[in-house]
């Protein structure tokens, strides 16, 4: 899926765009060193994709409350990111590790902080996880605390809140 020279844009993500937001979700959890996070940890942070959690990326794409993005190199779906812009909370910022370092994350990024300023929410959070805290001090934002996330089987991933204060451009 590596596409030299493919243009990376991004662009307002699609319900037919769930099922590979999903896969990249999948692939960028599954890569994460053990240094970070326990192979425990990542099967509950993000388990196969199946059709439960195809309907729950349909839901969010759906909800009138979050932004949704994805980015694309070439034809193919290579990141998403989700926001609720109403509370400058940055939900969600993946990329396909096979697109890693190409400025995709910092694309959606700025997609999502544009998204809390065009809402008037000139601050964002993000809860970082350990091996994106490098990612997100580099864009500006600082930690805050040391929280957990609560995952959908119930367990809870250790990560840090980050903030930053964005300027109305």
Known sequence: MNLPGATIRTRKAEVGDAEAMVHVHYRAVQVIPSEFYAAECLASWS????????????????????????????????????????????????????????????ALLRDVEDAHRLAGVLGATVLASHNARGFYEAAGYRFEASVTQALADGSALDCSRMVKVLSNV
């Open 47 to 106: 388990p196969p994709p199946d059709e439960a959690r195809y309907d729950w990326m349909r839901n969010m794409i759906r909800s009138e409350h979050r932004v949704v993005r994805v980015a694309q190199a070439g034809d193919v779906v290579c990141g998403f990111a989700i926001c609720t812009p109403a509370s400058g909370f940055i939900n969600a910022n993946y990329t396909d590790p096979q697109q890693a370092l190409r400025g995709v994350g910092r």
